[in-house]
């Protein structure tokens, strides 16, 4: 059964940096053609992508926050691990990591973890 | 970036309805299309992939189709749990950088 769990802290204060936390089962990170995304949700709002690691572990960004965004992962955790710096009152979301299956999938997001809420607030 | 126009951004409809959602590409992005429907409270979930292959478990009222810019989602037959917001997200970009559209929210009448 694969599944994918968010964690991390629902509140942080604006300048500080978040850090969470994706884990992983049913799947290995290093397969080849799978990655893994972050993807967020402000409320009430659409999805936004943020970054992949994909099996060979390159990464990738969303480029209007790329200068924010650390992506990186522990395979032997299981885990990837997503860093966004200088946190702002609009960054409050719903954070979401999801497997991305290529070749017959198209690099669908075709797994998804239940997301966890962040607001940034003082 | 390709950027990702659904329309409408939000529909009423009655149950046994036929719907019928449209998302629109920047750029020719054949045929890496996919869409997605959303719950409240809960993550999206793969329909299609690949503009018109049903992802594994979704109902056969649901179908995909178009080309190049232009994609369609169908429902065929509205039922009561598919009220919900759906979006396409195109997986074209190389190197990778997905980008979703807008949702649409279907509403019950």
């Known amino acids: 059964q694969v599944t994918l769990r968010e964690s991390g802290p629902a509140l942080v204060k604006p300048t500080q940096t978040l850090t969470l936390t994706c884990t992983v089962s049913g799947f290995s990170l290093t397969t080849s053609g799978v990655s893994v995304s972050w993807v967020r949700q402000p409320p009430g709002k659409a999805l936004e992508w943020l970054a992949l690691t994909d099996w060979d572990d390159n990464t990738y960004y969303n480029s209007s926050l790329k200068t924010r965004l650390t992506i990186s992962r522990d395979t032997s955790k299981n885990q990837v691990v997503l860093a966004m710096t200088n946190m702002d009152p609009v960054d409050t979301a719903t954070y979401y990591c999801a497997r991305v299956s290529g070749y017959g999938l198209m690099d669908a997001f075709d797994m998804w973890g239940q997301g966890t809420m962040v607001t940034v607030s003082a | 970036d390709i950027q990702m126009t659904q329309s409408p951004s939000s529909l009423s409809a009655s149950v046994g309805d036929r719907v019928t959602i449209t998302c629109r590409a920047s750029q020719n992005i054949s045929p890496y299309l996919n869409w997605y429907q959303q719950k409240p409270g809960t993550a999206p979930k793969l329909l299609i992939y690949?503009?018109?292959t049903l992802q594994s478990g979704v109902p056969s009222r649901f179908s995909g189709s178009g080309s190049g810019t232009d994609f369609t989602l169908t429902i065929s037959s509205l039922q009561p749990e598919d009220f919900a917001t759906y979006y396409c997200?195109?997986?074209?970009?190389?190197?990778?950088?997905?980008?979703f559209g807008g949702g649409t929210k279907v509403e019950i009448k």
């Open positions: 997200q195109q997986s074209y970009s190389s190197p990778p950088s997905p980008t």
């Open positions: 690949g503009a018109s």
